[in-house]
Nanobody, 124 residues
Framework: VQLQASGGGLVQTGGSLTLSCTASGAISDYGMGWFRQAPGKEREFVAAINWSGGNKYYHDSVKGRATISRDNTKRTTSLQMRSLKPEDTAIYFC???????????????????WGQGTQVTVSS
């Protein structure tokens, strides 16, 4: 499965963005996740959604400001980000993997497929 992330850009503090991830193949068997990496920092979990969309998980730093969703028929997953802050600035990656337990959704090692990333820059 190849993943392509899009939707990043430059936005002012307090603004909103919707990131999208399109897969080349079926994703219905996979949990989907979004991670981000800022310059000089490790890759960080942002949000994840289970195969059916029934379970969603968020990092505390984005809880209440982000919404993850998926459409298995369209092979897409999206991440809506609101009330953006300068500390949200990073490259955002989508990922797919056989992550079925809440205890592992935040661990990038459990994701097998990764998109190329899309840059999000939040100006102060």
């Amino acid at each position: 499965v190849q993943l392509q992330a899009s939707g990043g850009g430059l936005v002012q503090t307090g603004g909103s963005l919707t990131l999208s991830c399109t897969a080349s193949g079926a994703i219905s068997d996979y949990g989907m996740g979004w991670f981000r990496q800022a310059p000089g920092k490790e890759r960080e979990f942002v949000a994840a959604i289970n195969w059916s969309g029934g379970n969603k998980y968020y990092h505390d730093s984005v809880k209440g400001r982000a919404t993850i969703s998926r459409d298995n028929t369209k092979r897409t997953t999206s991440l809506q980000m609101r009330s953006l802050k300068p500390e949200d600035t990073a490259i955002y990656f989508c990922a797919a993997g056989e992550v079925y337990a809440s205890t592992i959704v935040a661990d990038p090692r459990h994701y097998d497929y990764w998109g190329q990333g899309t840059q999000v820059t939040v100006s102060s």
